[in-house]
């Protein structure tokens, strides 16, 4: 099939399938491996928390924040690369849109470089901010952290690579991809962990190769058939660095980048905070000044990953989507698009919600919880109220994927800012350290947080659409009334505004 009745047949699907269909086509394929990558997300601390209860989970914990970091660079440099990609298919430029999958695969490459010597220097420093008083989970913590950073290479490719392929309506590659890593890590997990006895070093390298198997799926089906696709993927002879592509994928890409790492800032103060809260118990014939906040919102963090997992999988789903019509100015196929969206992860959080209330003690006993009632009951409560947080939170994750297919990924960097960092952390230091809600005050902030950020953004989201469509309609006069455009036109002959930008 020619490249350019592939990108008639997409130009069908994305700009004329039922939305309904279309979003289950395009997002069913990136939920379902997203729920397998929740899996995956939990399964080290699972089985480190049977190989060491009392330790396992604060360890990884500790951990988690320098791990966000690595990711938010991985996945701002693969949504700034996805969503321009998107816009210039959108638009007919093919040619532009191989360069900047090149391109997207440089940044991917020098950053997991950039990150193998940082997490060797400073990952045990890192780690001894927390835990340089508990010499157990100060050696495991350390040494998961500084395999999993210095090892990052197959993560950055692999997210990369996905949303390249993302970017063009194939979802089923990706999916396939994030499964077949996480299975890989699952089985490796109880055999380097518990049977080889390696604890935390098995868990850090069931990780790795994990990642780098399922780098090597989307590398391997592309080799196999290029012509499948509508880009050329690879490093090609007509490979240049140049600004513009560079700076358009860093203008959704750098702002993703910091709605991330917003992330990791977030953790690490949380777990500063949380570090006070502590409560006696028996560990190996002695008592111990147990980090229950730390423990407890490091289960709640990897557990809550099932219910925003499948969301940032509809997220995925939808931004090409909504970016695809917004450069062929189909306004009302883009507005139809998100408003499905909000739908559909409303009604999962819903349920999501239900399971948390419902059984936290159950999961709880999945992380091989210590046998303490204090423990247990606090860990329910941060599940139960951590967990309202969920139904705000749905609209705002398809209101940051608007933003981002777009291009207006500042917006949605702000709209993080607000949600992580702007209120959660000054309200959950104020109420657990100034009230008599002590740890719950930290874990209602939460909710509080999600809602005073959707307060404040979906009036400037709708605000956003309606403005992006009458400059498109100012723009191209000759518009039909019903916003529709002509198919971009496949002229392989198109000049491009990225000629003569060569960096190198």
């Known amino acids: 099939m020619s490249k350019e009745l592939s990108q008639e047949l997409k130009s069908k699907k994305l700009g004329n399938m039922p939305i309904g269909k279309l979003i289950l086509?395009?997002?069913?394929?990136?939920?379902?491996?997203?729920?397998?990558?929740?899996?995956?997300?939990?399964?080290?601390?699972?089985?480190?928390?049977?190989?060491?209860?009392?330790?396992?989970?604060?360890?990884?914990?500790?951990?988690?924040?320098?791990?966000?970091?690595?990711?938010?660079?991985?996945?701002?440099?693969?949504?700034?690369?996805?969503?321009?990609?998107?816009?210039?298919?959108?638009?007919?430029?093919?040619?532009?849109?191989?360069?900047?999958?090149?391109?997207?695969?440089?940044?991917?490459?020098?950053?997991?470089?950039?990150?193998?010597?940082?997490?060797?220097?400073?990952?045990?420093?890192?780690?001894?901010?927390?835990?340089?008083?508990?010499?157990?989970?100060?050696?495991m913590a350390s040494t998961y952290l500084t395999i999993c950073t210095c090892c990052s290479f197959g993560m950055m490719l692999e997210i990369m690579l996905n949303r390249i392929i993302q970017s063009m309506g194939n979802m089923i590659i990706p999916m396939i991809t994030q499964i077949v890593g996480a299975v890989v890590n699952i089985i490796l997990d109880p055999i380097l962990i518990s049977v080889a006895g390696m604890g935390a070093v098995g868990a850090a390298v069931a990780t790795i190769i994990g990642q780098i198997v399922a780098m090597c799926v989307p590398i391997a089906v592309i080799l196999k058939d290029k012509s499948k696709f509508d880009i050329e993927i690879f490093f090609t002879r007509k490979f240049r660095l140049k600004k513009k592509i560079i700076g358009g994928i860093l203008q959704v890409g750098l702002p993703t980048i910091v709605m991330n790492s917003i992330g990791s800032i977030m953790y690490t103060v949380a777990n500063f905070i949380l570090g006070e809260f502590t409560t006696p118990i028996l560990a190996n014939g002695e008592t111990k000044d147990f980090a229950v906040g730390v423990w407890a919102f490091g289960i709640y963090f990897k557990l809550q990953s099932f219910a925003f997992m499948p969301c940032f999988g509809l997220n995925q789903g939808c931004i090409p989507i909504m970016g695809y019509n917004y450069g062929a100015n189909n306004k009302a196929r883009f507005n139809k698009t998100f408003r499905t969206a909000i739908i559909i992860a409303f009604s999962y959080m819903v349920f999501a919600l239900i399971i948390f209330h419902a059984m936290p003690e159950i999961l709880l006993k999945l992380f091989s919880a210590p046998d303490n009632a204090v423990v247990i009951a606090e860990g329910?409560?941060?599940?139960?109220?951590?967990?309202?947080?969920?139904?705000?939170?749905?609209?705002?994750?398809?209101?940051?994927?608007?933003?981002?297919?777009?291009?207006?990924?500042?917006?949605?960097?702000?709209?993080?800012?607000?949600?992580?960092?702007?209120?959660?952390?000054?309200?959950?230091?104020?109420?657990?350290?100034?009230?008599?809600?002590?740890?719950?005050?930290?874990?209602?902030?939460?909710?509080?947080?999600?809602?005073?950020?959707?307060?404040?953004?979906?009036?400037?989201?709708?605000?956003?659409?309606?403005?992006?469509?009458?400059?498109?309609?100012?723009?191209?006069?000759i518009?039909?009334?019903?916003?529709?455009?002509?198919?971009?036109?496949?002229?392989?002959?198109?000049?491009?505004?990225?000629?003569?930008?060569?960096?190198?």
């Open 25 to 139: 086509t395009m997002s069913g394929p990136a939920i379902l491996s997203m729920l397998v990558q929740a899996l995956y997300n939990i399964v080290d601390s699972i089985f480190i928390g049977m190989y060491d209860p009392i330790n396992g989970v604060t360890a990884l914990s500790y951990a988690m924040p320098m791990q966000l970091l690595v990711n938010a660079f991985g996945i701002g440099l693969a949504v700034g690369t996805g969503s321009m990609i998107s816009r210039l298919l959108g638009e007919g430029r093919n040619e532009d849109a191989s360069l900047t999958a090149q391109t997207g695969l440089f940044l991917a490459l020098v950053m997991s470089a950039v990150f193998a010597v940082c997490g060797y220097f400073i990952s045990r420093a890192f780690i001894g901010l927390y835990a340089k008083n508990d010499p157990v989970v100060y050696e």
């Open 479 to 504: 518009a039909e009334l019903d916003g529709h455009l002509p198919t971009p036109a496949l002229d392989s002959e198109q000049e491009t505004p990225f000629e003569e930008e060569n960096i190198a």
């Open 380 to 477: 329910a409560k941060a599940l139960r109220l951590c967990a309202v947080c969920f139904i705000p939170a749905s609209i705002s994750v398809i209101t940051i994927a608007m933003f981002n297919a777009v291009g207006h990924g500042t917006k949605a960097m702000l709209m993080s800012i607000i949600r992580q960092i702007g209120v959660l952390i000054p309200v959950g230091f104020a109420l657990s350290k100034y009230t008599p809600l002590g740890l719950a005050g930290f874990w209602a902030a939460f909710p509080i947080a999600e809602a005073v950020a959707l307060v404040i953004f979906l009036p400037i989201a709708l605000a956003t659409i309606k403005k992006i469509f009458l400059k498109k309609d100012l723009e191209n006069p």
